[in-house]
């Protein structure tokens, strides 16, 4: 079993769709979860940062995380054609040299 | 702005040669990462390095070798290229306390024929 498991999609919705994606992993020692946005033919960049269990919004964007189900989420309101990219999650134990997990990521399209 | 540079966009290169890809970054970052992505397996960790001269191995660090003799410059070098190495390779850096955030390059999309 993979440590970080995340639906690769691909994902496609219509403009304006409210976007759901997810992550799940199996290691309790982590404690600290980004969600990445890589463009195509780019390197990821950070999206959104968490390092505790609940919600984190950031205009369209919330990252949710439930530790007690190992779960984390990150949706997207109101989706734009612009938000088309590949959405990796990211997990981090404390200690560890600032090494991340990274789940297989996420391929979203969003059609006008 | 954190800026992490790669030496080439694109490569080509054959088989048995021994290749070379380069990292720089310029925010003074103690930690710097080398991955490859591949389509349906997303990054995978090569190798990482905390600090000058340091080294560790990542989970697929065979067939690879690293080199850190600057704090800014972190180097990838694959010994005798094969097939099976053709990927997209991400440098990225961070800060040395847990929790900080890693920037990464354009990447470096290698073919090794």
């Known amino acids: 079993q993979k440590e970080v498991e995340q639906d690769p999609g691909p994902l496609s919705v219509p403009e304006g769709a409210i976007v759901s994606l997810n992550c799940t992993y199996s290691n309790s020692a982590f404690q600290y979860f980004m969600w990445y946005r890589q463009y195509s033919r780019k390197g990821p960049e950070l999206l959104m940062y968490?390092?505790?269990?609940g919600n984190k919004e950031d205009g369209r964007f919330t990252a949710q995380v439930d530790k007690s189900s190992k779960y984390i989420s990150l949706f997207i309101r109101d989706s734009q054609p612009s938000d088309s990219a590949t959405y990796l999650c990211?997990?981090?134990?404390?200690?560890?040299?600032?090494?991340?997990?990274f789940g297989q990521g996420t391929e979203l399209s969003v059609k006008p | 702005d954190v800026k992490v540079t790669q030496s080439s966009r694109y490569l080509v290169k054959r088989t048995g040669e021994k290749v070379f890809l380069e990292c720089v970054q310029d925010m003074d970052h103690e930690n710097m990462f080398w991955y490859r992505q591949d389509p349906g397996l997303g990054l995978r960790l090569i190798y990482f390095s905390y600090d000058v001269k340091m080294k560790e191995k990542g989970d697929i660090p065979e067939g690879y070798s690293v080199s850190r003799e600057k704090k800014e410059r972190f180097s990838l070098i694959l010994e005798s290229a094969s097939t099976n190495q053709t990927s997209m390779y991400l440098c990225?850096?961070?800060?040395?306390?847990?929790?900080?955030?890693?920037?990464f390059g354009p990447g470096t999309r290698l073919l090794v024929l």
């Open positions: 990211a997990l981090q134990i404390y200690n560890q040299g600032g090494k991340l997990i």
């Open positions: 968490t390092y505790s269990s």
């Open positions: 990225a850096s961070s800060g040395r306390e847990t929790g900080e955030t890693q920037y």
